[in-house]
């Protein structure tokens, strides 16, 4: 297959909030992806750093027929859709996929997403299929949850809304679901639960209907697409630069009520895993993302409500870790960045 003849890959967004479960659905979906298929992922992160591409690689990569790019630092659609384009584009050319699944930051504008997806450029090269949003139940007795924008539109985009983590429900925590989407006038209907991220690959299967809505961004794809050409060459910018010789940088985005802080590491740095564990697993925070290497392997770090993960990846080139928090990251990250420094092996 050349590039020319990449026509109608079915394409799904699989979006929802901070902390829904997005990166372990796309796990357990890749792990579904037939053997003789070619799928790619573009991630899209809040933080600068960039860590869920580097998850899922430690876990399934190219070998297995699955090709990821990341798209990090707030939205992929700023900038007039500039780095999701480049993103996408590259990740189309080298991959040739069966499927293409697009996962926005939990902070991201879905709609904007879908604007970009179905401009006149997209439109014979990606067949849009099911918007699956995730949402934690839970959370919905949180008002930086349920009066934000952003999760509300995420409810607004789906075919399939997923309340995902129901092992860890209360009773009343299902019911509460169903009574929100219907008090919003969303679909029940379309809605689906599971565990630990469990999500059936044939909730992919079937067109959007979402096209009506996109309709309405006609003139603003137009301005995507004519910025896109426009600024290419200014989009360099945003590409990934070598690391400098300290061997490390970090860096901070600020946005839609949130913060984050993030560092990322050279090969060359190898942590004390016991030091890593005790850091991150007492973080008091809204959502912590890490892949370490340490002197026993590589490891993956996920924490969101105090639920701590810990899993072995099967290669890792570089350490990466965003936090995100709100105010209390601008008052205390000089104390992250201390023990995590310490963290290195000398």
């Not at 933080?47 to 798209?71: A, H, M, P, T, Y």
């Not at 044939?202 to 896109?228: K, M």
Request: hydrophobic share 40%.
């Amino acid at each position: 297959m050349t590039n020319q003849t990449i026509l109608a890959v079915p394409t799904n967004i699989i979006t929802g909030f901070l902390g829904a479960g997005k990166t372990s659905a796309i796990l357990h979906l890749l792990r579904q992806k037939p053997a003789d298929e070619r799928w790619a992922v573009l991630v899209n992160e809040f933080g600068e750093i960039g860590v869920d591409g580097s998850l899922l690689n430690g876990q399934v990569g190219s070998d297995k027929g699955v090709f990821i790019r990341e798209v990090p630092g707030g939205c992929m659609c700023c900038a007039s859709g500039v780095p999701m384009q480049i993103a996408l584009n590259q990740l189309l050319k080298e991959a040739k996929p069966d499927r293409l699944l697009i996962e926005p930051t939990g902070l991201g504008h879905p709609i904007e997403v879908l604007a970009v997806l179905s401009n006149k450029y997209y439109q014979p090269i990606l067949k849009l299929q099911k918007n699956i949003t995730l949402v934690d139940a839970r959370n919905l007795k949180d008002p930086r949850y349920t009066a934000h924008e952003v999760f509300n539109q995420q409810l607004q985009v789906a075919d399939i809304i997923v309340g995902s983590k129901l092992d860890l429900y209360q009773p009343s925590d299902k019911a509460q679901l169903l009574n929100y989407l219907r008090a919003q006038a969303y679909k029940p209907d379309n809605i689906v639960f599971i565990e630990h991220g469990q999500l059936p690959l044939a909730l992919l299967s079937g067109e959007t209907e979402h096209s009506a809505q996109l309709n309405s961004h006609q003139h603003h794809q137009d301005n995507h697409q004519l910025s896109h050409q426009q600024n290419h060459q200014n989009a360099s910018e945003n590409l990934p630069k070598p690391l400098p010789e300290k061997g490390y940088i970090k860096a901070i985005n600020k946005g839609q009520g949130f913060n984050s802080v993030g560092w990322h590491f050279s090969a060359s740095k190898i942590f004390n895993r016991q030091k890593l564990h005790s850091f991150l697993s007492n973080l008091q925070v809204i959502r912590v993302k890490a892949v370490f290497i340490t002197s026993e392997g590589t490891f993956g770090y996920n924490s969101v409500a105090n639920h701590f993960e810990q899993v072995t990846l099967a290669q890792g080139n570089e350490s990466r870790v965003e936090i995100i928090c709100e105010d209390i990251c601008e008052n205390i990250e000089e104390q992250w960045h201390e023990q995590i420094m310490n963290a290195i092996i000398p």
